[in-house]
């Protein structure tokens, strides 16, 4: 019999993941997890220090999201949202509406970040050529953005590593750097914009890159002033993750889509919701003849599993008082990421809310100065994944500060050991 890892080499193809490389080395696999702590096949334990690709909340296997997910699958596991409706879709929805942005009052489910965005940006689309204005078919994004791997996504990704190969796949996206370039651009061509899309506050696969204060309300006034719509992607930044439930809330902003993905079912199942206004839906209503419907949909749209753990997410929020517990630990996370500066390696160190990075450097990205940082780390029994030169700290927000201090402590030695 072939081990598990000699299967994941001859039938696997990972994701962002050279596969040479791959297949040259054993595989970490998986096999259960428990709060912060997950355990490979071997029985090796690991802290979970980018919860598990941005996702993770309230920690693994916790037993109320788990108890959700069997309760709804003891019902029925999936049914169609063409033409149905479900339960647990429809009490998620009156819940996001409740705690998103006020004014955001609509919501458009689909299953990841990437379709989120899509969704959003055919909307915008769409919404202009109801209202008439069909000129409005510009989008806007910021450089260095990361909006997700569909087609649609990658148009407004800025990222030219992961980006520029696809080009002739893609629609024309206007990239600004910043508030200035907005407004130059808006001025020039606002009458032909549909939308500006935003990470507000921190743009995640750009290297935890944080956004000078005031950029998002400064986007938001921009767009109105030109008459854009304005997309919030906080597929990485929702649900508590810059210290507050939304990244828009810390600057007032109302987006007219707000996209939502990875924490939303608490990081269990795969889950997105796009939430936009009433004046954006209403723009749709319509005779059927008049073929004012958003034709847009999935397979598995609005499922009732990932919608169940979803309402638990926030059911916890609410018990375990998650984002009153996480502020004395974005002041720790603060304190830690100090006493990285002191590293010869480390040029940088980055923290918003709840997201902390280190960069090391300068080192040419195929040196993979990151990803040896991160396998040393893995040795020492902690999980994350590098964007480039820059070390991702977010573990669940449920860690402790034990954990918290545990996992940067064995990033410095881990930075130490792989770069001096
Ligand atoms: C992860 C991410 C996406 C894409 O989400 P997927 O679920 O991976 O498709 C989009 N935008 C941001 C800001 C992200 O971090």
């Not at 919608?307 to 603060?334: D, N, V, W, Y």
Request: hydrophobic share 45%; charged share 20%.
């Amino acid at each position: 019999m072939d081990s598990l890892a000699d299967k994941d080499h001859r039938y696997l193809w990972h994701p962002f993941t050279q596969m040479q490389d791959w297949m040259a080395e054993k595989p970490v696999i998986i096999e259960k997890g428990h709060g912060v702590r997950l355990w490979d096949t071997e029985g090796r334990e690991y802290l979970d220090a980018n919860a598990s690709i941005w996702t993770n909340i309230h920690g693994h296997n916790h037993p109320q999201i788990n108890a959700a997910i069997c309760a709804q699958l003891e019902k029925v596991a999936h049914t169609s949202f063409l033409g149905l409706s479900n339960v647990p879709a429809i009490e998620l929805a009156e819940k996001l509406v409740r705690i998103a942005p006020s004014g955001l009052s609509r919501v458009f489910y689909s299953d990841n970040g990437s379709t989120s965005l899509e969704v959003a940006l055919k909307m915008a689309l769409h919404y202009w050529i109801h209202r008439g204005q069909p000129q409005r078919r510009r989008f806007v994004a910021f450089a260095d953005a990361y909006h997700g791997d569909t087609v649609g996504a990658v148009s407004l990704g800025g990222i030219d590593l992961f980006h520029a190969t696809y080009r002739p796949l893609l629609f024309d996206v206007e990239h600004v750097a910043d508030a200035a370039g907005l407004k130059t651009l808006l001025e020039k061509h606002g009458s032909e914009v549909a939308a500006v899309a935003i990470e507000p506050l921190i743009q995640g696969a750009a290297g935890m890159k944080v956004w000078p204060r005031g950029l998002m309300a400064e986007t938001r006034r921009l767009c109105d002033e030109h008459g854009a719509l304005l997309i919030a992607d906080e597929v990485m930044t929702g649900f508590g993750r810059t210290g507050t439930m939304f990244a828009c809330e810390q600057e007032q902003v109302t987006p007219d889509f707000l996209c939502l993905a990875k924490g939303l079912s608490g990081g269990y199942l795969p889950l997105a919701a796009t939430l936009t206004t009433e004046r954006v839906f209403d723009a749709f209503l319509g005779d059927y003849a008049e073929r004012k419907t958003f034709f847009h949909g999935h397979s598995f749209t609005g499922n009732p599993l990932g919608c169940m753990a979803g309402l638990a997410s926030l059911e916890i929020f609410e018990q375990e008082r998650t984002l009153e517990k996480l502020q004395p630990k974005i002041a720790l996370l603060a304190a830690e990421l100090a006493k990285f500066q002191t590293l010869k390696p480390v040029v940088a160190t980055r923290q918003c809310g709840f997201i902390g990075a280190v960069e090391v450097g300068p080192y040419p990205w195929e040196a993979k100065a990151g990803i040896r940082v991160c396998q040393r780390a893995r040795e020492m029994g902690v999980l994350t994944r590098p964007v480039g030169n820059v070390i991702v700290i977010m573990p669940p927000l449920c860690v402790t500060e034990d954990e918290l201090r545990q996992i940067c402590e064995v990033l410095r030695r881990a930075i130490a050991a792989a770069l001096s």
